[in-house]
């Protein structure tokens, strides 16, 4: 029982506190990011699996966004990237 009341103090402080603040700070900007270079990735898989069929192309539903690497932080990373897979997989 001691150990609950302990544990539930804890965590109430730390909640109180805020000390994980900067980590959600640095989550939502990571969310953003990946938000905006997801986005690049899926118009550019659907511009690059298009590219050279003719008008009337429907493309599939595009992969699962990968992780962006080092210094890939834009729309235009993630197009340029969506865009050679579409192409790959087409």
């Not at 609950?4 to 700070?25: D, R």
């Not at 050279?52 to 210094?71: D, E």
Request: aromatic fraction near 12%; include cysteine; proline fraction near 7%.
């Amino acid at each position: 029982m001691k150990t609950l009341l302990v544990t539930f103090f804890f965590v109430a402080t730390i909640q109180i506190t805020g000390i994980n603040k900067p980590e959600a700070e640095q989550a939502c900007l990571v969310e953003s990011i990946k938000t905006e270079y997801c986005e690049g990735w899926d118009d550019g898989y659907e511009a690059g699996y298009c590219y050279n069929r003719g008008i009337g192309c429907i493309a599939p539903i595009p992969p699962i966004c990968p992780v962006p690497k080092v210094g890939e932080t834009e729309y235009k990373h993630g197009y340029n990237r969506g865009f050679v897979k579409g192409r790959r997989d087409q």
